[in-house]
């Protein structure tokens, strides 16, 4: 009785620390494929993305709908779209070295807001902070982006 004991225990010991080491194997590959955030491309934006602009003191934030693309007349810049609950503008930008820099425009010719941010590191390019700038004021509003799930 005391060895099937000693044995279920030894066997309960070895399943924890196998279960220890795939748990730690994983951790490792999900590391391997996140780029540190100045690695982070253009391409890993492309998507949709939740937007959150702070809109000042006992205001609830500014909510806004992303989505960046390949910009088709340069290949290795973004372009897409924002949409508020007042309409729909066109953006384009990119990101250099974990900066993310963006132009929005409301008619699709003036430059009317602007967006420049970094890439949150450990985020694998999923989460960019920084200040939003509207060009006919000069204050300025800080800003989240949240890749949208389902994209990596």
Do not use: Y
């Amino acid at each position: 009785m005391m060895h099937a004991r000693v044995t279920l225990l030894f066997i309960a010991s070895c399943a924890i620390a196998t279960g220890a080491t795939a748990q730690n194997n994983t951790n490792l590959q999900g590391a391997a494929t996140c780029p540190a955030a100045a690695d982070v491309s253009n391409a890993r934006l492309f998507g949709p993305w939740q937007a959150q602009v702070d809109a000042g003191p006992d205001i609830p934030p500014r909510q806004a709908t992303l989505n960046l693309q390949r910009n088709p007349e340069f290949s290795e810049s973004l372009s897409g779209t924002i949409t508020r609950d007042t309409g729909t503008g066109q953006v384009a930008g990119d990101v250099d070295n974990g900066v993310f820099t963006l132009e929005e425009s409301s008619d699709g010719k003036t430059i009317t807001a602007t967006w420049t941010g970094q890439i949150v590191e450990g985020s694998c390019g999923r989460e960019i902070r920084g200040v939003w700038k509207n060009i006919s004021d000069p204050t300025e509003h800080d800003f989240i982006l949240r890749k949208q799930a389902g994209w990596q």
